[in-house]
C-alpha cells in the first residue's frame, strides 16, 4: 500500500488563527506541531522539558532575558527547559514545535494565552 | 547577547558523504541529525522507538514490507517502533533525522552500513 506523508504547506492551510498549535504527528510520547504566530506572546517556560522551534515561513525572534535569537526558513533553535523566552514575529511566522505530549503553549504563566492541548490537524 | 541558530543549509555545506548522520542539536534525551542519502540502503528496524524523517532537499522513499511512502522538500514520517524499513533515493537527499539518543542508523540489522553514532557537526 501507499503510505501517506505529513505535508507541512497543507496542514498550514487548513487553519488560519494564530497562537494555536495543532498536532500533525507523534514520535513516542513526543508531538509535533505546527502554528501560525504574529505578534506578541507572553513570557514563560517549560520547568520539565526542552522546546524546540524550526521556521518554515517568516522571521521569528526569540527573546530570553538575556539576550535573543533571530530564526529564518531552514533554522531552529532549542529553548533550554527553565529557560523564560518568549517568542515575537513581526509579521506572520509559520513554524513547527516539538515537545513532550501535554505541554501547553505558556508553559509556567498560563493565562489567556493558552491554547487548547492536543488539537490536531 | 545574540544567540545563533542552526541553519541546516550551513550544516550540510561542512560534508559531503552519504548515510553518515550528523548531531546539530539535542532536545533531552533526543538527537537532531543531518544526513545525505543517495541509492539503497539495508532493511532494518528500531524495536525500543519510533524514527521520524523530515526531507529538506529531494525525493525520498521509505519501503516496508507492505508498500512505501514517498516524501518531498517540507513533508516528514514517523517510522513506528518495530517496522521493518529501508529509505531509498534515487538521487541525494537531504534530510533530518529525529530519535532518542543512542539510536543507530541501521537498527537491528547493524552489518558494515551502520555510522559512527553521536558525531557532531
Known sequence: MS?????FAQKFSLFDDHWKPRVVAEMNDYQFKVVKIEGDFVWHEHEDTDETFIVLDGQLRIDFR???VELGPGEMFVVPKGVEHKPFAAEEVRLMLIEPRGVKNTGDAGGERTADNDVWV
Chains 1, 2 share one sequence.
Do not use: L
Open 66 to 68: 538575556d539576550g535573543s
Open 3 to 7: 503510505y501517506e506523508p505529513i505535508n
